[in-house]
């Protein structure tokens, strides 16, 4: 937990602690700067502005250009960065940040106060930054610029997790708000970061060039000055057998998102290393409309929630290489993770088919579906293709046939394109979608369980129970974390168990394999995500 009032200073001792797991890692030889390196991964941005990126995995990419103001250490807490540090005032509602001097966005532009007010105030207009606009930043009544050096953040109300939302915004140099690459995200859209974005061919390939001014990394790394590596390409690679043979092939130096069958090429192989880190935030889950088709029958929802054996579906697709997802956060989120939800429900094929008898649904077509009223018990999965990765595509068809099977449920899957994905969003004409997503500190549970129209920009289930709203404003207006764990583990249960809002399927986790000569790889403290491609280096 971080000190209310006082600014953060960054002992050394502390300072030893968050750099000895990377230190040793990094040790196996002194670091060589130069050389290139080229990584195969598997989605394409659908923008590469990181405001509005809602693509985890493209978070990857993104990283080596822009920085935030604070970094996290391993156990959560916060270090300097762009700001050198922090404090909050009594009430809770004013946060001030003190700014590092000398740092300079790649396009010549200094960050200064004035920069990230732009940025804050910038997020809070809808024709910007759309939904997000009324998530987290829409608490901030007050953006200003005391000196080149200070910015103060006033909120219209307490909001527990507004720390973690301002410490991690990627701050965008000035001029990008004035580029017409602002949305799609672009050369022009600069930052701070270790690296510079030179080319963008999408489908094909994304490609970085050192910043040679670069010398302000977070307390979290394991050097100083400007990144190893002169040039990094990131390969769009889809299909994970793909990219497995890109490297052992040689063609690419690394790759993440590695199959589970193919997992086993990788560990204990001296000429590659692997790694892999269970994301934070909500897991993969299949969200059920409350608002359209046959979803709306709360028996219809623990219906397939009962008809599906999650562990034999994770089981069978990824070959013991995913954890089993039960609530609506991450088991890493020590914080606000109630183990208690695990085993409270699960596969029950006599269950669900008692539940569809209760609710009419009993005769059956010729196909062995039910039916009720000569219409079929369909329900449509409507997946992003932008988001289909990790195998999804397989794990969906496996569901599918356990829901025909176990209960005679019709799961249709629809991948869409980015427009129509929108327009179904927009309209509610789902039965479900499935989603995961990485925030902490519980943002990631109000941007699922929130109204629509209160900040719950994914909240695919379009549950509108008074209580979720009620539990989620309390939650967030106390700096009490106990109060915090009660009310998030009440939401838990009430959601998964009571009302079966959304069937948690997988914890998302990222996996990174790389040739041996590949040094300095590994994961974001805290949110787990892999790290840029600053402490990377070659060891030939």
Not at 54 to 71: C, H, I, W
Not at 135 to 151: C, I, L
Not at 298 to 322: C, N
Not at 401 to 426: E, H, P
Request: no cysteine; glycine share 8%; hydrophobic share 40%.
């Amino acid at each position: 937990m971080f000190s209310r009032r006082s600014f953060l200073n960054v002992t050394t001792a502390t300072l030893a602690s968050v750099l000895l797991p990377l230190a040793a890692h990094s040790q196996e030889a002194t670091p060589v700067s130069g050389g290139k390196l080229v990584w195969g991964v598997e989605t394409d941005p659908a923008t590469l502005n990181p405001q509005l990126n809602g693509q985890d995995k493209t978070k990857l990419l993104l990283r080596n250009v822009y920085e935030s103001l604070l970094a996290r250490t391993k156990e959560g807490g916060y270090v300097s960065w762009l700001a050198t540090g922090y404090k909050i005032s009594d009430d809770g509602k004013t946060y001030t940040f003190t700014l590092r001097d000398g740092v300079t966005f790649s396009d010549g532009e200094k960050l200064d106060a004035a920069a990230v007010v732009t940025n804050f105030t910038k997020l809070k207009d809808a024709a910007y930054s759309g939904s997000n606009s009324a998530g987290p930043v829409s608490r901030v009544a007050e953006a200003n610029a005391v000196d080149a050096h200070t910015v103060v953040l006033t909120l219209s109300e307490v909001y527990a997790p507004f720390l973690d939302f301002a410490a991690s915004l990627e701050i965008l140099s000035p001029k990008a708000f004035a580029s017409s690459q602002l949305k799609s995200g672009g050369p022009e859209i600069a930052g701070t970061g270790p690296f510079i974005l030179e080319r963008y061919v999408k489908g094909q390939d994304i490609h970085f060039v050192k910043n040679a001014a670069y010398n302000w990394p977070p307390k979290t790394a394991a050097h100083q000055g400007p990144a190893y590596l002169d040039e990094i390409t990131y390969r769009f690679l889809p299909e994970s057998s793909v990219r497995t043979g890109a490297l052992t092939s040689g063609q690419v130096d690394v790759i993440e998102g590695i199959s589970g069958n193919d997992a086993g090429l990788f560990k204990d192989n001296p000429d590659y290393s692997y790694q892999k880190a269970l994301n934070t935030g909500t897991p993969y889950s299949l969200f059920l409309n409350v608002t359209y088709g046959p979803t709306q029958d709360i028996k219809v929802r623990k219906a397939l929630v009962a008809a599906i054996d999650v562990d034999a579906v994770l089981k069978s697709v990824y070959r013991g290489e995913r954890t089993r997802a039960w609530g609506i956060t991450s088991p890493i989120d020590t914080q606000f993770y109630d183990k208690s939800i695990e085993g409270a429900y699960g596969s029950d094929p006599k269950l669900a088919n008692q539940l569809l008898d209760e609710a009419g649904w009993t005769a059956r077509d010729a196909d062995g579906f039910r039916t009720k009223d000569g219409k079929r018990l369909t329900i449509e999965v409507v997946q992003a293709q932008a988001t289909v990765r990790d195998q999804r595509d397989v794990l969906l068809q496996a569901l599918q046939a356990q829901a025909r099977q176990n209960a005679g449920i019709d799961l249709t899957i629809s991948y869409v394109d980015a427009g129509t994905y929108t327009d179904r969003r927009k309209t509610g004409v789902f039965g479900s979608i499935a989603n995961s997503n990485t925030p902490t500190d519980a943002i990631d549970i109000e941007y699922h369980y929130l109204p629509l129209d209160k900040g719950g920009s994914i909240n695919y289930s379009r549950a509108s129970a008074p209580e979720l709203l009620s539990w989620l404003k309390a939650a967030s207006a106390t700096l009490d974390a106990k109060e915090r764990f009660a009310l998030y583990a009440k939401l838990q249960r009430f959601a998964i168990v009571d009302q079966a809002y959304a069937l948690p399927l997988y914890e998302p986790e990222d996996q990174v394999a790389a040739a041996s000569y590949v040094k300095g790889i590994g994961f974001r403290p805290f949110k787990q995500l892999p790290e840029s491609a600053y402490d990377i280096w070659r060891s030939e």
